[in-house]
């Protein structure tokens, strides 16, 4: 009877998690990006709000204001506009605002960050997003999403310094990252991280981001990327996300026998006038234009 009850109940639990098979493929993936299971887990919600803080313009899928937040200092000429409105302009990727990375540089506003509501009220979190100094109103950012939000703040931020030191340098382990990125990262990033041209120039790799920017992709791989299929890791510990720092290749031979990437810049560029920075090899400019292409078409088989 007990053997009988776990037969029947698999296909049952996988039926509940899955729900009824009936949207296409392109209608699941947008379901992905901005819809919402019907009984949302406490570890999917808090990723759904991490994508929010990222880009809540991306997550709803609508485009946002145009003009400058109000709240965006004068003193800042570096960023205008849309990008203004993203939480993380203001409050940083570590959460730490003007007290962490974005202490300086072109996101430098002197706006504190956001971890002193660690453990608060949602209520009381929602009420300070909806407050004169925000602007954000119902219309732009739904009672649901803004809940998400607020369930985010209070309780999804981990502690970044545990797994990123404040130089930017990484406490991670590569021998235990890389298994997780070839297993996962790679189906859509590529064994050698550069199926997937970031960046407005798409010349940016996760790799390149991760040297750069590691609470930025520490925030990604915690939450997902807000409007694309990407996969959260929320559901495991902050330890798994540490950064892994995608391989490059290391020499012009190797880059032009090396898998994806690599291998398509030898159809529109020679090896040797790639350029190279940090360790990396990139298509010069020109080349951009047939990896833009390449994307499109979406394989390089
Ligand atoms: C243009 C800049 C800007 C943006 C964008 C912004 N904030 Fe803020 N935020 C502020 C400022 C300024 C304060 C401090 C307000 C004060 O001291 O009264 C603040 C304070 C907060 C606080 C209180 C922190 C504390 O420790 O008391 C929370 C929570 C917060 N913001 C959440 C958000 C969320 C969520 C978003 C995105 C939906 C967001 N903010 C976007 C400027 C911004
Ligand atoms: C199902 C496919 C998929 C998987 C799996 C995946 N990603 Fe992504 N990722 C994407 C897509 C799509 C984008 C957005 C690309 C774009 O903007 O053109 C993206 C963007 C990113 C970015 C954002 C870079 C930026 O600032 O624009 C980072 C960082 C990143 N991925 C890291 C990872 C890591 C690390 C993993 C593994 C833990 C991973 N991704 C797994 C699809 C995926």
């Not at 803080?53 to 899928?61: F, N, Q, R, T, V």
């Not at 956001?114 to 997003?129: A, F, S, T």
Request: aromatic letters at 8%; proline letters at 8%.
């Amino acid at each position: 009877m007990a053997a009988m009850f776990k037969l029947a109940s698999l296909p049952l639990v996988l039926m509940l998690a899955l729900g009824p098979a009936t949207l296409a493929a392109d209608e699941h993936s947008a379901d992905y990006v901005t819809g919402a299971p019907r009984q949302p887990t406490k570890a999917w919600t808090l990723s759904a709000g991490g994508r929010l803080y990222d880009s809540w313009m991306e997550a709803l899928g609508v485009p946002g204001p145009k003009t400058t937040h109000p709240a965006w200092p004068a003193s800042n000429t570096k960023r205008r506009g849309n990008v203004t409105w993203r939480c993380k302009s203001c409050h940083g990727w570590d959460y730490l605002g003007a007290s962490g990375n974005y202490g300086a540089g072109p996101y430098f506003t002197g706006i504190p960050g956001v971890r002193g509501v660690i453990g608060k009220d949602l209520d009381e979190i929602i009420k300070i997003i909806s407050d004169d100094t925000h602007g954000y109103t119902d219309a732009m950012i739904p009672p649901t999403a803004k809940r998400r939000l607020a369930l985010f703040l209070s309780e999804g931020q981990g502690t970044v310094a545990d797994v990123i030191r404040p130089s930017g340098s990484i406490k991670g382990n590569a021998d235990r990252g890389g298994p997780i990125f070839q297993n996962t990262c790679a189906a859509c990033h590529g064994y050698d991280g550069r199926a997937l041209g970031l960046g407005r120039d798409h010349d940016e790799f996760v790799g390149t981001i991760a040297r750069t920017n590691p609470w930025e992709v520490l925030h990604k791989i915690r939450n997902g990327q807000p409007g694309q299929n990407m996969i959260s890791l929320r559901a495991f510990p902050i330890e798994v996300a540490a950064p892994t720092r995608a391989r490059c290749p290391t020499s012009d031979a190797e880059a032009a026998s090396a898998r994806g990437f690599p291998r398509f810049v030898q159809f529109v560029t020679k090896p040797e006038t790639m350029l190279q920075r940090d360790g990396c090899y990139y298509a010069p400019r020109p080349a951009r234009r047939h990896l833009h292409l390449w994307r499109g078409a979406g394989a390089v088989q």
